[in-house]
């Protein structure tokens, strides 16, 4: 079997979440600029997360954690893959069925956990009615999401980095088609999420098949193996669960603030998430099978070179990204959404949200290099236990300062409780021994990276002040200039002090490191 490629494993993901985040900003752009913050856009935000959500708890949960390390240790030894792949998918997909039909029949229950403020009012029927068409979506994601790792455990990363383009495609698509032959826009946008999920799935099943992992879902049956998954995936189970808790508190919170608030967090999420998934998920899709199966393989220097670099990488795309969301969070919301039924109010509303975000960026990332420390030893008790001290600490946040400073003590409430994560992973893997240490280089550059990262920043704060004229003529030309200025300040301090080396990242990516 051949092995994982780290740096070139973080660039495809990396590359194929970007252009998926960047269609996400087009998709989300139609959306806003349709149905603004109004009541269908509320509702639709409501109902698409609740696929989401329970997706997280199958797909981010039980496979990413749980599945992939048990996988890549068999594709390893050699032993029968394909038939753990083939029970766990025949297990999965009988699980699914029964909580899609549930949760159809009981959407009501689910709307009002999710946002109690939209009981009555419109918001509350609308979304029920769109929850009940997108929720099938989970069914097909998540059984995706299977194939998914295997392919990542294999190192074939491509396809299943891919695949979600094709749902910010589908969902644009249906907006505009439907609006240009004058059809209700946010029911082709409900409509086109389960369709979505249907390619999705085809595209990874189709590429799994080529690889040799034809699989053939029966009745499901319990072996040894599947019954070790589900123990090793239930504390993970329940992690994704204390995520979701937290979620939950925040869209609770923002439902019973201003109108328009559950609007505002969304598309502030949507933005942080634009650097959150293209680090942490290339970290978090490539880390994990390669740390498990060297592991397996007794390779304790490669185990920690592969964490080091991990952890550099993040810090050296993640640190600048969460300045400028902090210094320039305006500038991007105005030029992203700030159109049509979007006000300039709700502009401004959502980018003090995103400058929030911007300071919990950092933790978000670091989270998805020191998980894997746990998830390849097979430890998800760990994680879970320091997830529910986290929920603690969100909800205490989220709920106290909410009569304070309203929508935001969400924004808030989510940035702390992912650095008390932080802390606490951090903390718990010393018992690890010297394969979580740092090495010489990330000792290195990781102040020099802080470094560059606040010149930046301050560079940033003197030029939109220069360009002010220029965004009251052109708010796009004056923030891509500001990106661009951005990026070669960063890289140019950053090469000149030693927080990176471009040739070593060229090198590196050619031969695959």
């Known amino acids: 079997m051949k092995p994982i490629r780290l740096m070139r494993g973080f660039l495809t993901v990396g590359g194929w979440t970007l252009m998926s985040r960047v269609l996400g900003f087009v998709r989300d752009a139609l959306i806003a600029a349709y149905l603004g913050a109004g009541p269908a856009a509320e509702a639709f935000v409501v109902a698409f997360s609740l696929p989401n959500m329970f997706r997280r708890f199958f797909a981010e949960g039980t496979l990413n954690v749980a599945f992939v390390p048990m ?12 038939g753990f792949a083939e029970d766990t998918l025949s297990a999965l997909a009988g699980m699914l069925l029964v909580l899609t039909i549930a949760s159809m029949i009981f959407m009501p229950l689910l709307v009002s956990s999710m946002a109690a403020g939209f009981i009555g ?45 094709m749902l910010n495609i589908i969902l644009s698509i249906a907006m505009v088609g439907a609006h240009i032959v004058s059809f209700d826009v946010a029911t082709a946008l409900v409509w086109a999420v389960p369709v979505a999920g249907i390619a ?12 040799g992992f034809s699989l053939v879902p029966r009745l499901p049956r319990m072996t040894p193996e599947l019954k070790a998954l589900f123990i090793l995936a239930g504390p993970a189970a329940l992690a994704g669960g204390v995520v979701q808790i937290n979620l939950l508190v925040g869209r609770q919170v923002a439902s019973f603030a201003e109108a328009g608030a559950l609007q505002y967090l969304n598309l502030a999420d949507r933005l942080y998430q634009l650097p959150l998934g293209v680090v942490a998920i290339a970290i978090g899709v490539v880390l994990l099978p390669d740390l498990s199966r060297r592991l397996q393989a007794g390779d304790s220097t490669g185990a920690r070179r592969a964490y080091n670099r991990a952890f550099e990488f993040a810090l050296l795309l993640t640190i600048p990204a969460a300045v400028a969301l902090i210094v320039m969070p305006q500038a991007l919301i105005g030029v992203l959404f700030q159109r049509g039924a979007f006000s300039v109010s709700d502009a401004q509303a959502t980018a003090m949200a995103v400058a929030i975000y911007g300071l919990g960026l950092p933790a978000f990332v670091i989270q998805k ?56 992973l951090w903390v718990g893997k010393k018992s690890m021994g010297d394969d979580v240490t740092a090495d ?55 090469q000149a002090i030693g927080a990176l080396n471009l040739r070593d990242i060229k090198s590196s990516v050619k031969r695959g490191g």
């Not at 929720?135 to 097909?140: D, E, S």
């Not at 999401?145 to 891919?162: C, E, P, V, Y």
Request: net charge positive; hydrophobic share 60%.
């Open 440 to 494: 010489a280089q990330l000792r290195h550059r990781t102040p020099r990276i802080l470094i560059a990262a606040i010149a930046m920043g301050g560079i940033l704060y003197a030029a939109q002040i220069a360009l002010a004229p220029l965004f009251d003529v052109s708010r796009l030309l004056a923030t891509v200039m500001l990106i661009i200025l951005g990026i070669i300040s960063y890289f140019g301090i950053g």
């Open 200 to 211: 999705q799935l085809s595209i990874v099943w189709i590429v799994a098949k080529r690889a």
């Open 121 to 165: 009012d419109s918001r509350f029927d609308l979304a029920v009615h769109y929850g009940r068409i997108t929720f099938p979506y989970v069914l097909f994601i998540s059984l995706g999401a299977l194939f998914s790792g295997i392919l990542n455990a294999t190192g074939r990363f491509a396809a299943a980095a891919a695949a979600p383009v």
């Open 71 to 82: 996988f890549a240790k068999k594709v390893e030894a050699g032993e029968d893959a394909r």
């Open 369 to 424: 290099v020191l998980q894997p420390l746990y998830f390849a030893r097979e430890d998800t008790k760990t994680p879970f236990r320091f997830a529910v001290y986290s929920m603690v600490v969100n909800a205490g946040l989220a709920i106290g300062l909410s009569f304070w400073i309203g929508y935001l003590a969400a924004a808030v409430a989510t940035s702390l409780a992912a650095w008390s994560m932080v802390i606490l």
